[in-house]
């Protein structure tokens, strides 16, 4: 018996692989000895919750010593007749990031690829690790997904794709022409993932989340949740729309009761809210466009996003990269989010808020750049 056996051998030991997964980490929230905290790291709406979504929680939270719904149908409900959907063919979960692990799980195992892209939502690699697969990465094109680079990655051991559109941290999307071509060269038997978390703040004429595409076809999801635009981060919703095939392979292994009731009842509440939320795309879209401009001009290289953030590029100068950007701004409570583990060692990226919070970052950001020059 080797050293290395009988010192495994003396206590639990994860399987193979799992201990090389880098875990997430979340961007940070505190700024320790500053009075006032504007956190603009993790795409919050500034908004909160719709009213009406936080009347039905309180509700929900009187009866507390109930299981909830297993199947979320008051949620499953709502959903499809805002989006005109079979509720049959919609699961939820406890956030999008759930159900991202079940397909993981259900379509992955030893030796199967999942591809991802080179600045892609991190969990993806995670996920795919933890089911015991391979995670092939991507290059992008100037912080956009090539569609001719995935279907360059594509081998008989592919069975997932995973691809955010828009994208984050980048903030950038793919046409829907572009997806189609993509989708039409995958093999049938790989699953096409459609992560489309910022789909409500995309103004673009080219634009399409994936329903259609989910519709007519056997091998494409599209997963969505209540975390950003809805205001519901805290209760950890998501949704899939999906063949019913998949969904039925998904509810196999998915937890009988992974919703909590005061989240079923306000996501209800929350996507039939469709004032509510045309109010926080206007708020976006009023400050998306302002904050590029004034960012921008202050010599800083943004992204173009059509979500609710931007990903702003530093020079690689010292004293005025990202780092150095990053320590300045908290010091004075502005708490954006450094992205290295995303291949993106010199940029930072900044959630639209609320207008006292834009001003904000903007002039200290402002105070920044001229303090370097």
Not at 65 to 88: C, F, K, S, V, W
Not at 91 to 104: K, P, V, Y
Not at 112 to 124: A, N
Not at 168 to 182: C, D, F, S
Request: charged content about 20%; overall charge neutral; hydrophobic content about 45%.
């Amino acid at each position: 018996m080797t050293a290395q056996t009988t010192a495994a051998s003396d206590r639990p030991t994860p399987r193979s692989g799992i201990l090389d997964i880098a875990a997430y980490v979340p961007g940070k929230e505190h700024a320790p000895g500053v009075a006032k905290v504007y956190k603009l790291s993790s795409n919050e709406t500034p908004l909160g919750a719709s009213p009406k979504a936080l009347d039905a929680f309180r509700k929900a939270a009187e009866k507390l010593e109930r299981y909830p719904d297993g199947q979320a149908m008051a949620l499953r409900e709502a959903i499809g007749a805002t989006h005109g959907l079979n509720p049959a063919n919609i699961i939820c979960g406890n956030g999008s990031d759930e159900l991202l692990g079940l397909l993981a799980r259900v379509y992955l195992g030893p030796g199967d690829e999942g591809i991802i892209t080179e600045h892609g939502f991190l969990v993806y690699k995670i996920e795919i690790l933890a089911a015991g697969g391979t995670p092939v990465t991507v290059k992008e094109r100037d912080c956009r997904v090539d569609v001719d680079a995935i279907l360059a990655a594509v081998t008989e051991r592919t069975r997932l794709v995973f691809l955010a559109n828009p994208a984050n941290p980048t903030g950038t999307y793919v046409p829907i022409e572009e997806i189609r071509r993509l989708h039409a060269a995958l093999p049938k038997s790989v699953v096409l993932v459609l992560d489309a978390a910022y789909a409500e703040y995309v103004r673009r004429n080219d634009y399409e989340a994936g329903i259609e595409l989910v519709s007519a076809n056997r091998n494409v999801v599209m997963t969505r949740t209540f975390s950003k635009i809805h205001g519901l981060a805290a209760l950890r919703i998501g949704w899939m729309y999906g063949p019913a095939e998949i969904v039925d392979a998904l509810n196999r292994v998915r937890g009988p009761f992974n919703l909590n009731g005061p989240a079923i009842a306000a996501g209800a509440e929350a996507i039939r809210d469709q004032a509510f939320m045309a109010a926080a795309v206007q708020h976006n879209d009023t400050w998306l466009a302002r904050m590029t401009a004034e960012i921008e001009a202050l010599g800083l290289r943004v992204t173009p996003s059509v979500t609710n953030f931007v990903l702003i590029h530093f020079p690689e100068t010292e004293g005025r990269r990202a780092a150095d950007a990053d320590d300045f701004l908290t010091a004075r409570g502005f708490i954006l989010r450094a992205v290295r583990g995303y291949g993106f060692p010199n940029a930072l990226r900044l959630t639209i808020g609320d207008e006292e919070a834009n001003l904000g970052v903007l002039a200290a950001l402002k105070t920044f750049v001229e303090q370097g020059r």
